[in-house]
C-alpha cells in the first residue's frame, strides 16, 4: 500500500512564476489536507479538502493560492506569481472516512524554493 | 484560537544524559502527536496519544499525555546521537493539527 505520494519534491520558480504541487493519497483515503512549514518553524495548517469540494481553507493566503481535489486525479495545490516568501516546505497528508481513531498519514513534502 | 508551544526549542545534550520536552497547549484536545523530523526531510510520526493518562515507549522515546493539564512530555533516556533532530507536537483539533514550533536537539558523543 503506497503512501501519500507528493510531487515534485523540489521545484524552483522565479519570482512570478506559477508552482503546482501535487499530492495523491493513500488509497482509501478521500480527506486531503495540505500544510505549509516556513524554514525552522513548526507546520500550518493551510486547506483541508474532499473529493470535489474544499472544506476548510482558512489557512489559505486570500491571494495567489488555490487548492483543488477532483474526482480523478491527485490534489493540486496552486501557486499564481510567486513570490520569495513562499519558499517553503509544502506537505500532505492524507486520512481515511471517520476521522476519529484514525491516524493521518504525511507524504514526503514539497520544498517550493523562489529565486 | 488554540496556541501549542513547545519548550525548550533547543537543547544541546550529552549522549547518556536523560532529558523531557514539554508541549503545552491551551484549549481542550484529546488527541496529540509527536513527530520527528532530520534537515530538508520530511514527518516521522513517532507517537500518538489518545487519550488523559496514555504513556507510549519506542525505544528510548517515552510520551505521554495529561489532557487535564494540557500537557504532554517526550522523555529521552540515555541519549545517544542518532537521536538528533527536531522534534515536533501536534494537537488535534477535529481534521486540523496546531503545531509547536518544534524543539531542536542535537546530541553530542
Known amino acids: 500500500n503506497a503512501g501519500v505520494m507528493q510531487n515534485p519534491r523540489h521545484l524552483v520558480r522565479r519570482r512570478g512564476q506559477e508552482a503546482r504541487l501535487r499530492c495523491s493519497p493513500m488509497k482509501g483515503h478521500s480527506h486531503v489536507y495540505w500544510y505549509r512549514q516556513l524554514p525552522e518553524e513548526g507546520l500550518k495548517f493551510m486547506v483541508y479538502l474532499q473529493k470535489e469540494n474544499i472544506i476548510d481553507e482558512s489557512g489559505m493566503p486570500k491571494e495567489r493560492f488555490s487548492a483543488e481535489f477532483p474526482k480523478e486525479g491527485p490534489s493540486i495545490l496552486r501557486i499564481q506569481q510567486v513570490v520569495r516568501g513562499d519558499s517553503a516546505a509544502y506537505f500532505c497528508?492524507?486520512?481515511?472516512?471517520?476521522?476519529?481513531?484514525?491516524?493521518?498519514?504525511f507524504g514526503e513534502g514539497s520544498w517550493l524554493t523562489v529565486v | 484560537e488554540l496556541k501549542v508551544e513547545q519548550n525548550p526549542l533547543f537543547l544541546s545534550m550529552q549522549e547518556g544524559k536523560n532529558y523531557t520536552i514539554y508541549c503545552n497547549y491551551s484549549t481542550t484536545s484529546d488527541r496529540l502527536y509527536w513527530y520527528r523530523q532530520d534537515p530538508g526531510k520530511s514527518l516521522e510520526s513517532l507517537f500518538v496519544?489518545?487519550?488523559n493518562g496514555a504513556v507510549k515507549q519506542e525505544g528510548r522515546l517515552m510520551a505521554s499525555l495529561d489532557t487535564k493539564a494540557r500537557l504532554s512530555t517526550l522523555h529521552i533516556t540515555a541519549a545517544v546521537h542518532d537521536l538528533s533532530a527536531t522534534y515536533f507536537c501536534?494537537?488535534?483539533?477535529?481534521?486540523?493539527?496546531?503545531w509547536g514550533a518544534g524543539t531542536k536537539l542535537i546530541i553530542k558523543p
Open positions: 497528508a492524507s486520512s481515511p472516512p471517520g476521522r476519529a481513531g484514525n491516524t493521518i498519514y
Open positions: 496519544l489518545l487519550s
Open positions: 501536534a494537537v488535534d483539533m477535529d481534521y486540523q493539527l496546531i
